[in-house]
């Protein structure tokens, strides 16, 4: 595998690109390709069976672009289908879930960690079980706070109706002294600042996005497959599906324009 | 075909119970059968030729259970699939777009009338077709209002944050002197106090769910298919998948148990 090869990044959607967003921040120098199976999102309400079926589909289309590592960006593909994507793929796959679970363990005083997520997310127990096995002594919450995605979708991230909102589901956490609170869904991180408005200064918020981010550097600078400068980096943006509000709802995600988005076809 | 026969009702999802409960309490000796298609909801962000594939699936198992009449309790679908679903079924087929939109030209006084939806039905012109035909004189401007939809799968239907959330997406609606609203997707009946909170009281609300009832009261009186009474009706519920939320929601948008949820696969 050479340096020069493009890092892919999975979602079922647009959610996946906060990660690309940190991973660009990060690594401004890798060539990128994403993919997003916009035809078939969401996929929280799969079954586990189907989600690995899709993702197997997705992550093999992105091995034909070459690339050096795969970046699940998605929770719930994250929580089903890495054994296997790993199992079929011949290059790293990381996903979104334990580096988040990592960094909440060192950034919790051993108190009461919350999870954020989509109901699917949180009924999976994804996290709560890699934080039983990273921070065993600490104590784990978990919430589902379904408005959080579409108002990302939005961009209704700060101001009155957003901060009721996470107030509502999120105040008696407050009150029960949580002290980290891990943002387990990539729409999160839009919400960032309310949310820890909310939550109080004395609560740690980890961004499962970054912390994912800082897991691909590591893992391509041990293999020595960090791309280190050249030409200037090229970035693809693939979907399965372009739905009207796409290219509006993708810029917001990624914080800058995503250039053409090209359709991709992965029933063929 | 018999009075004595189901009438089939479908949607992707749980939405469509909404016109259900409304068929319960307008025909209440009526045997019924539900199909949500879970496994495939939402059809919004699908293309027209794979909602109407889907439709037809659905459609066709529902004619095994014999029923006298369809009625498609889905916006999208009825935006994209009412022909191929009538050429395909041997029954009368009724969507919710047309009686809604009659009812919005029987209400209006010619002036303003406000379609309110998911923006794949407001992308998808349908109610506004339908109403230049209907009421050609009047006005028509049509508003998406994504939030609705997952704060009526939360139970937030009355109070600050939805009343916030509505003021926001028709607080110009009522400035700009709308005279009727049309309630164009299955979710916002549950919102309808709300959304006539913020209208104020001299804005008429059309209730697709409503209309359609009252449709397919008329057809099967003009076609003798009424049943009159009898042994108590049966009502049937079957989904493609059942997420964890399900039964939680579906009792409330369809106000009442809904009794056993039958799982059906329609790729078989």
Redesign the interface.
């Known amino acids: 595998m050479r340096a020069d090869a493009p890092i892919g990044v999975f979602d079922s959607g647009v959610g996946g690109l906060t990660v690309l967003r940190t991973l660009l921040r990060r690594l401004p120098n890798e060539h990128t390709v994403y993919l997003g199976d916009?035809?078939r999102?969401?996929y929280g309400?799969?079954?586990g069976e189907?989600v690995t079926r899709y993702a197997l589909l997705s992550a093999r289309h992105l091995t034909t672009h070459g690339i050096k590592l795969l970046v699940v960006a998605c929770n719930t593909v994250s929580a089903h289908s890495l054994p296997a994507l790993a199992q079929a793929l011949p290059i790293p796959v990381v996903g979104v879930i334990e580096p988040g679970a990592q960094a909440a363990a060192a950034r919790s005083s051993g108190g009461l960690i919350a999870i954020l997520g989509t109901?699917?997310t949180v009924?999976s127990g994804s996290y709560q079980a890699a934080l039983r096995r990273l921070a065993p002594l600490a104590s784990v919450v978990a919430r589902a706070c379904?408005?959080f995605?579409?108002?990302a979708?939005?961009g209704?991230v700060t101001g009155?109706?957003p901060h009721?909102?996470a107030e509502?589901y999120l105040g008696d956490l407050r009150r029960m002294g949580v002290d980290t609170a891990v943002l387990g869904c990539t729409h999160y991180p839009l919400l960032a600042a309310t949310i820890a408005e909310v939550l109080g200064p004395k609560v740690a918020i980890v961004d499962s996005a970054e912390a994912t981010s800082v897991a691909v550097e590591s893992l391509l600078e041990a293999q020595g497959l960090l791309r280190e400068g050249g030409a200037p980096p090229t970035h693809r943006t693939l979907c399965t599906?372009v739905?009207?509000?796409f290219r509006a709802i993708a810029e917001r995600f990624l914080g800058r324009p995503v250039g053409d988005v090209e359709l991709v076809d992965l029933t063929a």
Chains 1, 2 share one sequence.
């Open positions: 916009t035809a999102v969401p309400t799969r079954s189907v109901p699917a009924a379904p408005l995605v579409p108002l979708e939005e209704w009155e109706i009721l909102i509502r599906d739905p009207d509000r």
